[in-house]
């Protein structure tokens, strides 16, 4: 087939280099331009090492071509983002992707939204821009196919992750089956357009939902003296119970966002979904208060190292991180910060842990990389201000920390309380 991917980013590209990769003559459009000539030029920073490597290969053999506007094809998939603002979805990215489909497309080609969007919106917005390009008549095949990969390991999900198709009608439906068997090995499953959009919102409100309580939960431990980690671990052990961990906040693309859509078009019969999303919010800014207990309100003078910057563990993208919020934060009651990411590089931040730790009042530690695990508390001891650490994720050794001098808080255990060596003992040999 000849296919044209539009939005390049880190859905669109790989997306388009899987499908020429498997035979298909691919064309890939982005609004931006600055981006086009960097993808003609095989310049592919702030890719994924193996999305770097099949698009360079795609590119130099010619198979992806990267195009000043949306080429006529045989299928056109949508791979564009779609945000909030204030809280309700901003569609204006996948509106104008569609309007330059429309002035392309012709009858029985198929148009795939893999924009992740509210449920009710890819015909509605297909048939619009359909009517706009004075093509309302035209008989075109409509289908949401919503990506539902993991940032750290994209090609591989792209390739194995099984995948829900939904379809204006059941031959619409069959015909993005097909398209998508054609370069993906996990399991396809067909359904209608409406059920398509809502699954992929669910998803990720499940998800939001049951950090929610995990959060809840890491509070009311600190309170009456329960270390939430240890309790959770147990309670997993059940069939049927899977909480999730306690943290910071929650970040990323999707999560934080896409229980906005349903809230927004369904205000009232969303209020579980609401409360939730307003506990993970607030997470930021009970970090901030739990720094303020230790330390002290910040005076200009006071310090704080932020271990971590992107918005989950051992990834560098920073798109709604908590731990850019918790920076903000602490700078807005008078706090100095520095942040320190071996993955994340941001403008300003430290170069290394030691750079980033010295003269610090308090280590706080919002994102649990794996790399974090080689710091030596020993070695940070004297070179802050004063010992203290905040742990967000339970990651840190308690016993290695405090060995070192510092005192230790971890989000849903507090300062006051540690599980005795016994009973941790006994539960890792059960």
């Known amino acids: 087939m000849k296919i044209c991917v539009i939005g390049l980013g880190y859905v669109g590209l790989p997306t388009a280099a899987l499908a020429a990769g498997s035979g298909h003559t691919v064309s890939g459009y982005d609004s931006n331009a600055q981006l086009r000539e960097a993808l003609r030029a095989v310049r592919t920073n702030g890719y994924e090492k193996d999305v770097r490597e099949v698009v360079a290969s795609a ?86 196919a919503p990506e539902r990969i993991l940032p750290g390991d994209i090609m591989r999900e792209l390739r194995e992750n ?62 009456i003296d329960i270390d939430v980690w240890h309790a959770i671990s147990l309670a997993n052990n059940h069939p049927r119970v899977n909480i999730l961990r306690p943290g910071p906040g929650v970040g990323g693309h ?94 300003g931040a430290a170069q290394s842990l030691q750079e980033a730790a010295e003269g610090s009042d308090a280590i706080l530690l919002a994102v649990n990389h794996d790399a974090f695990r080689e710091i030596d508390p020993m070695g940070l001891a004297p070179i802050v201000r004063s010992r203290v650490l905040i742990d967000c994720h339970n990651f840190f050794s308690e016993q290695a920390w405090s060995a070192a001098g510092f005192r230790v808080y971890a989000l849903g255990r507090g300062s006051h309380f540690t599980l005795p060596q016994a009973f941790r003992q006994q539960s890792s040999s059960a």
């Not at 945000?83 to 569609?91: A, E, K, N």
């Not at 439906?173 to 067909?190: E, M, T």
């Open 162 to 223: 099984d995948r829900i198709v939904g379809g204006r009608t059941p031959e619409d439906a069959a015909g993005a089956r097909d398209l998508y068997a054609s370069f993906v090995s996990g399991r396809i499953h067909v359904t209608d357009l409406r059920t398509a959009e809502f699954v992929k919102v669910i998803e990720n409100t499940y998800r939001d939902v049951n950090i929610a309580l995990a959060n809840e939960l890491a509070l009311f431990c600190e309170e």
């Open 254 to 347: 999707c999560i934080p966002i896409d229980p906005r859509f349903l809230a927004d078009q369904n205000p009232f019969a969303t209020e579980l979904i609401q409360a939730s999303r307003r506990v993970n919010e607030r997470m930021p800014n009970l970090i901030v208060r739990r720094v303020v207990s230790l330390i002290g309100e910040g005076d200009g003078e006071r310090k704080v190292t932020i271990l971590g910057a992107s918005y989950k563990a051992n990834v560098d993208d920073v798109r709604e991180s908590p731990a850019r919020r918790i920076g903000d934060l602490l700078e807005e009651r008078g706090f100095r910060t520095s942040v320190y990411d071996p993955l994340a590089r941001l403008p």
């Open 59 to 144: 590119i130099r053999e010619e198979r992806l071509v990267i195009c000043d506007r949306v080429e006529p094809a045989d299928a056109y998939i949508i791979c564009v983002p779609t945000p909030t603002i204030s809280g309700r979805p901003d569609m204006r990215h996948v509106e104008s992707a569609l309007s330059a489909v429309a002035a392309v497309v012709s009858a029985e080609e198929l148009i795939v939204v893999e924009s992740t969007v509210p449920p009710g919106t890819t015909e509605r917005v297909v048939r619009q821009a359909l009517r706009a390009a004075g093509k309302g008549f035209l008989n075109v095949r409509i289908a949401h």
